[in-house]
């Protein structure tokens, strides 16, 4: 019998065993999410690929090859294994016959090509967050309440897990794929979600730790746990290994204005930051990305409840350059004001603030964001800005 909104109580109560922790920091359950995203956008027939596309896409992540055996084909227990390969191979991801070769346990390389791209690379993720995340995918595809249920099931889990709070609760995003709803009243009947209305959910707390909407302390949190498993992140980020004389080198062949920039920014004592990330964030190439619908969905929500969001950004910037003598970061902007949102979703928001003029910024030079040609038609702008725009001639 379903359960209703009064069994959470019951639920919370319950002497259970102790929560197992989270398997993904907030950084790693963005990851998740653009996995997740990503496979929805392509032009697969069903839930038989798009699961096999999952598992193949988080696992060629990093490099575009993935390997994938007949036992791991056989563990998806699809209703047409065959015809799952076929469709990826209509997107020409190149597949082995060996897949379906005598030997279940031989590893077959699977190249999808949109992932061997140096360039706009749809997946830009970490080796450690590659790992947990292709983790996460195993242990939630073997969970109990959905390990024996059909393909569309065990997909629409990923998708609500991943979109779950640490609280339990989640919205169904805008890339579920259609074939999946059909399978959602399985997942009720066996305890994957304790409550399902329309497109709102409750996990259920035996999948909690499945959960990859967290909030960035307690990311932090799961970063802890993870590190006695040895694969600890750093404020949600990996660790960055400074390489003094490679930064000493950079520093000595950019011209005198980026350097005393860079320089401003670290030696900075406010900001007070390592000097590997700061030495990432210059000599680092910045690649386009592939922006999944769940965060422009999650902009356009946030858009409507912050309508001064482009005059307080650039006030913002023009009291944080006073006092630190540089630009805030992306984070740093969003931090100061306020604007509790994921790092994906932030980032988002300040290059929609660019688009606008709003902001400006010397890309792909770091620590750079000011007023914008919007911001200075109201007056608000940097005090050289305003000097200048004082003392010039009336024609």
Request: hydrophobic share 40%; aromatic share 6%.
């Given at each position: ?259 005393r920039h860079a320089e401003a920014v670290e030696y900075c004592a406010v900001?007070a930051l390592e000097p590997g990330q700061v030495a990432a964030a210059f ?34 910037t023009v009291v944080f350059r006073a006092k630190h003598g540089h630009g ?68």
């Amino acid at each position: 019998m379903p359960k209703n909104a009064s069994d959470s109580s019951d639920i919370s109560a319950s002497p259970a065993t102790t929560p197992q922790p989270f398997l993904l920091s907030s950084q790693q359950g963005e990851a998740a999410r653009t996995l997740l995203s990503y496979v929805s956008s392509l032009a697969l027939p069903g839930p038989d690929a798009q699961l096999v596309a999952v598992v193949v896409v988080i696992r060629a992540a990093r490099g575009g090859v993935g390997n994938l055996t007949g036992a791991d084909l056989s563990a998806l227990r699809l209703a047409d294994a065959r015809g799952a390969v076929a469709a990826l191979r209509c997107l020409s991801w190149q597949i082995g016959d060996a897949l379906f070769g005598d030997d279940p346990a031989a590893p077959v390389p699977i190249t999808v090509p949109d992932l061997t791209r140096t360039d706009g690379h749809p997946l830009p993720i970490g080796k450690n967050v590659r790992s947990r995340v292709s983790g996460w995918t195993t242990r939630a595809l073997s969970a109990k309440p959905v390990k024996k249920l059909p393909p569309a099931a065990r997909l629409a889990g990923l998708f609500l897990a991943a979109h779950s709070t640490s609280k339990l609760l989640g919205q169904i995003p805008p890339d579920f794929p259609e074939a999946c709803r059909a399978a959602l009243p399985d997942l009720l009947q066996k305890g994957f979600v304790s409550e399902l209305s329309e497109d709102r959910y409750r996990l259920d707390p035996a999948v909690r730790h499945l959960s990859g909407l967290l909030r960035s302390s307690e990311g932090d949190r799961t970063a802890g746990a993870a590190k006695a498993e040895g694969q600890v992140e750093r404020r949600a980020r990996p660790a960055v290994r400074f390489d003094a004389p490679a930064w000493t080198q950079w520093k000595s062949a950019a011209t005198p204005a980026l350097r005393r920039h860079a320089e401003a920014v670290e030696y900075c004592a406010v900001c007070a930051l390592e000097p590997g990330q700061v030495a990432a964030a210059f000599m680092e190439r910045v690649h386009p990305q592939f922006v999944p619908k769940w965060i422009k969905n999650a902009y356009g929500e946030w858009k409507e409840a912050h309508p001064d969001r482009g005059p307080q950004a650039a006030e913002f910037t023009v009291v944080f350059r006073a006092k630190h003598g540089h630009g805030p970061s992306y984070n740093q902007l969003c931090s100061g004001l306020g604007w509790d949102v994921c790092r994906s979703v932030r980032s988002f928001i300040v290059r929609r603030l660019l688009s606008n003029e709003w902001l400006m910024e010397t890309s792909p030079v770091p620590w750079t964001l000011r007023p914008g040609v919007m911001a200075q038609a109201q007056g608000i702008a940097l005090p050289k800005a305003r000097t200048a725009a004082a003392v010039r001639p009336v024609p």
